[in-house]
């Protein structure tokens, strides 16, 4: 069964960045819309941005402007690069692809750890 592997994750400071990548370990069939989610201890998941295959992005309101997210269609590989970070920023970040068939494939998640 194919999988999402994430990578990139880790400690920072506050102010620091990241660069979170997530590829698929085998052949995913029409991919669509990939995204970055996150889940902080206590609270529900989110989604932090999301980017559908034409390239349209959106971005949830407390990232705007600090992070970014792409992807690599030849690759089937998702980005999120993320700046200014802060420690609210703290979570288990997920990646999800989408496809033309609305199958859903989830990472197990990276976690990203904002701290002095």
């Known amino acids: 069964q194919v999988q999402l592997v994430e990578s990139g994750g880790g400690l920072v400071q506050p102010g620091g960045s990241l660069r979170l990548s997530c590829a698929p370990s085998g052949s995913i069939f029409g991919i669509n819309t990939m995204g970055w989610y996150r889940q902080a201890v206590g609270k529900q998941r989110e989604v932090v941005a999301i980017?559908?295959?034409?390239?349209?992005?959106n971005y949830a309101e407390f990232v705007k402007g600090r992070f970014t997210i792409s992807r690599d269609n030849a690759k089937n590989t998702l980005y999120l690069q993320m700046s200014s970070l802060k420690p609210e920023d703290t979570a288990v970040y997920y990646c999800?692809?989408?496809?033309?068939?609305?199958?859903?494939?989830w990472g197990q998640g990276t976690q990203v750890t904002v701290s002095s």
């Open positions: 980017i559908t295959r034409g390239g349209t992005t």
């Open positions: 999800s692809i989408t496809t033309w068939r609305r199958e859903d494939y």
